[in-house]
């Protein structure tokens, strides 16, 4: 009979399994660094267009002049803080737009990356605190992927700093480099994860979704819906077959994490798939795009490697190379105008501390930043994420943790009810020569459904905000938009109004039989534009 394993056995056999253990962990959460250096440039590029595109309202949701004065914000946000909220003054919040879209530039061609990750996290934190009442889910995503590229090697390849770091004599390390597996790699990833497996939970219960028809539902609903989605209304069973295989794609995300390599990439190219279809069925903002680009950091070595190959047979690797070349010609130029400024000369208490306690402090401080941080940031939106399905409960400590740094998870998104109600707002004015005039759109006053509910909404930010507004908690809002009515219409229009009266106009449809289900309108707020300013309802 063979002896019992002695404890040197027994050890050796425990450390092999936690090895392949960790090798495992670590094949699922690596990223490419090419990978990485593309998630750069496409958060980058998403946080210009997202402030291009919030510009075309700055007046309206960012200034003294709009919905929401520095006054009302001070009242009602007294616990947020925002650098947006330092001036009322459209000048100085289109002064930091441009701020926020240079260092989302500098963050696209990967100068200084680390620094200037962490300041357009900041920045973007700062304008979402300035008015919440016109956020999405988009806008969430964005915000905590770019929390978690604070801790990433962003600009190992492809950026200006690679191109620093070469001519320093640096970049052979890295270039040998292909991927790195870290908490914040694991972090990046999990985030898209939690977002599905939440609302997968929402979903789940929802009969409306579980049975096939809530798409059905959200196409009727057409203030959400533009280019094909005006379209697939009519094709219900069509819409059937999308929503179970949305649900089921939603219950299968854990292996967008347990896959690896080309089998991956399959599976993310599904979920890339229908966010893309979203994009061009449903206006929900930058929402969907910001979805694909989340999804750059689970495409691994073996995909890029294969992106390689096929760029050679294809004969653009010479073309690459060019556009590489000019790129660090570009860089190293204006690294070198850079260092031809003026600097100021070490102090010799500055080269006291260069020594070895002050690299010790840095070596410690270093791994606080790159793993301890983000190891506790990841378990409170775990626990974030499951408290919101009701699953566990959120510390109080942890909960103002999230809470300041905006991190709070929740992933709704049409569940577990899906939209079913058309929506417009009818904003009818009486001039001070007695004519009315619907002065949100500039129109003529009619409460008949319009052929395209969408049309009546400026932006999908727009129609988030009407919603927000009328939203039973949001009372004070009523007061803001129809003191902005007022306002905007007065400094427009030769005429002014003397006052305002916000409805909401509503239409609930059968997507399967076309009949209508209910309709009606009903007041939202009547407001005095002679009066003074109403904080309060």
């Given at each position: 009979m063979a002896g019992n394993p002695s404890a040197s056995t027994v050890r050796s056999r425990l450390t092999a399994a936690v090895r392949r253990l960790a090798a495992a962990v670590a094949a699922r959460v690596s990223v490419d660094l090419r990978a990485l250096a593309a998630f750069r440039i496409g958060l980058g590029t998403l946080v210009i267009v997202d402030l291009l595109l919030r510009s075309r309202s700055l007046t309206a949701f960012y200034t003294d002049y709009g919905v929401l004065p520095l006054r009302a914000f001070l009242s009602d946000y007294s616990t947020s803080h925002s650098l947006h909220a330092l001036s009322g003054e459209p000048w100085a919040v289109a002064l930091s737009f441009?701020?926020?879209?240079?260092?989302?530039?500098?963050?696209?061609?990967?100068?200084?990356?680390?620094?200037?990750?962490?300041?357009?996290?900041?920045?973007?934190?700062?304008?979402?605190?300035?008015?919440?009442?016109?956020?999405?889910?988009?806008?969430?995503?964005?915000?905590?992927?770019?929390?978690?590229?604070?801790?990433?090697?962003?600009?190992?390849?492809?950026?200006?700093?690679?191109?620093?770091?070469?001519?320093?004599?640096?970049?052979?390390?890295?270039?040998?480099?292909?991927?790195?597996?870290?908490?914040?790699?694991?972090?990046?990833?999990?985030?898209?994860?939690?977002?599905?497996?939440?609302?997968?939970?929402?979903?789940?219960?929802?009969?409306?979704?579980?049975?096939?028809?809530?798409?059905?539902?959200?196409?009727?609903?057409?203030?959400?819906?533009?280019?094909?989605?005006?379209?697939?209304?009519?094709?219900?069973?069509?819409?059937?077959?999308?929503?179970?295989?949305?649900?089921?794609?939603?219950?299968?995300?854990?292996?967008?994490?347990?896959?690896?390599?080309?089998?991956?990439?399959?599976?993310?190219?599904?979920?890339?798939?229908?966010?893309?279809?979203?994009?061009?069925?449903?206006?929900?903002?930058?929402?969907?795009?910001?979805?694909?680009?989340?999804?750059?950091?689970f495409l691994q070595t073996p995909v890029w490697d294969a992106i390689e190959r096929a760029a050679d047979r294809l004969n653009w690797s010479t073309a690459l190379a060019r556009w590489r070349a000019r790129f660090e010609s570009l860089a190293r130029t204006a690294l070198s105008a850079g260092a031809s400024l003026p600097r100021p000369a070490p102090s010799e208490r500055l080269g006291d501390l260069r020594g070895s306690d002050l690299a010790a402090g840095l070596a410690r401080g270093r791994v606080l930043f790159s793993t301890v941080l983000p190891y506790v940031f990841l378990v409170l939106i775990l626990l974030s994420s499951a408290a919101s399905v009701g699953y566990a409960e959120v510390p109080e400590p942890a909960d103002d943790a999230l809470d300041a740094a905006e991190m709070d998870q929740s992933w709704q998104m049409f569940a577990p009810d899906p939209i079913r109600t058309t929506r417009w707002y009818v904003a009818v004015g009486t001039l001070e020569d007695g004519t009315q005039r619907d002065v949100l759109r500039d129109a003529a006053v009619t409460f008949d459904r319009p052929a395209r509910a969408e049309t009546t909404y400026p932006t999908s930010r727009w129609r988030k905000y009407l919603k927000n507004v009328y939203g039973a908690d949001n009372e004070n809002h009523r007061s803001y938009l129809a003191n902005y009515l007022c306002g905007n219409w007065n400094r427009t229009h030769e005429t002014a109004v003397a006052n305002v009266t916000v409805y909401q106009a509503y239409e609930r449809t059968n997507p399967y039989n076309g009949s209508v289900q209910a309709a009606n309108e009903f007041e939202l707020i009547e407001y005095d534009c002679s009066g003074a300013f109403v904080q309060n309802e």
């Amino acid at each position: 009979m063979a002896g019992n394993p002695s404890a040197s056995t027994v050890r050796s056999r425990l450390t092999a399994a936690v090895r392949r253990l960790a090798a495992a962990v670590a094949a699922r959460v690596s990223v490419d660094l090419r990978a990485l250096a593309a998630f750069r440039i496409g958060l980058g590029t998403l946080v210009i267009v997202d402030l291009l595109l919030r510009s075309r309202s700055l007046t309206a949701f960012y200034t003294d002049y709009g919905v929401l004065p520095l006054r009302a914000f001070l009242s009602d946000y007294s616990t947020s803080h925002s650098l947006h909220a330092l001036s009322g003054e459209p000048w100085a919040v289109a002064l930091s737009f441009a701020v926020a879209g240079a260092f989302a530039l500098a963050l696209v061609v990967g100068y200084r990356t680390r620094l200037v990750t962490l300041v357009s996290w900041v920045l973007l934190v700062s304008l979402h605190a300035r008015n919440p009442m016109v956020l999405n889910s988009g806008d969430t995503l964005l915000r905590m992927l770019l929390f978690w590229s604070v801790f990433l090697p962003l600009g190992a390849r492809w950026s200006v700093d690679a191109v620093r770091r070469a001519d320093r004599g640096a970049g052979a390390e890295s270039a040998a480099t292909a991927s790195v597996a870290s908490v914040a790699t694991m972090a990046v990833l999990l985030q898209i994860l939690v977002m599905y497996l939440t609302n997968s939970v929402h979903k789940y219960a929802s009969e409306v979704w579980m049975s096939g028809e809530a798409v059905a539902y959200v196409m009727q609903a057409d203030q959400f819906t533009y280019l094909l989605g005006n379209y697939l209304a009519e094709f219900t069973g069509l819409l059937r077959v999308f929503t179970l295989l949305w649900v089921a794609l939603l219950f299968a995300s854990p292996l967008l994490l347990l896959l690896t390599g080309i089998p991956r990439a399959a599976l993310a190219s599904l979920f890339v798939g229908m966010h893309l279809g979203m994009a061009v069925t449903i206006r929900v903002g930058l929402f969907p795009i910001v979805v694909v680009v989340g999804y750059i950091p689970f495409l691994q070595t073996p995909v890029w490697d294969a992106i390689e190959r096929a760029a050679d047979r294809l004969n653009w690797s010479t073309a690459l190379a060019r556009w590489r070349a000019r790129f660090e010609s570009l860089a190293r130029t204006a690294l070198s105008a850079g260092a031809s400024l003026p600097r100021p000369a070490p102090s010799e208490r500055l080269g006291d501390l260069r020594g070895s306690d002050l690299a010790a402090g840095l070596a410690r401080g270093r791994v606080l930043f790159s793993t301890v941080l983000p190891y506790v940031f990841l378990v409170l939106i775990l626990l974030s994420s499951a408290a919101s399905v009701g699953y566990a409960e959120v510390p109080e400590p942890a909960d103002d943790a999230l809470d300041a740094a905006e991190m709070d998870q929740s992933w709704q998104m049409f569940a577990p009810d899906p939209i079913r109600t058309t929506r417009w707002y009818v904003a009818v004015g009486t001039l001070e020569d007695g004519t009315q005039r619907d002065v949100l759109r500039d129109a003529a006053v009619t409460f008949d459904r319009p052929a395209r509910a969408e049309t009546t909404y400026p932006t999908s930010r727009w129609r988030k905000y009407l919603k927000n507004v009328y939203g039973a908690d949001n009372e004070n809002h009523r007061s803001y938009l129809a003191n902005y009515l007022c306002g905007n219409w007065n400094r427009t229009h030769e005429t002014a109004v003397a006052n305002v009266t916000v409805y909401q106009a509503y239409e609930r449809t059968n997507p399967y039989n076309g009949s209508v289900q209910a309709a009606n309108e009903f007041e939202l707020i009547e407001y005095d534009c002679s009066g003074a300013f109403v904080q309060n309802e």
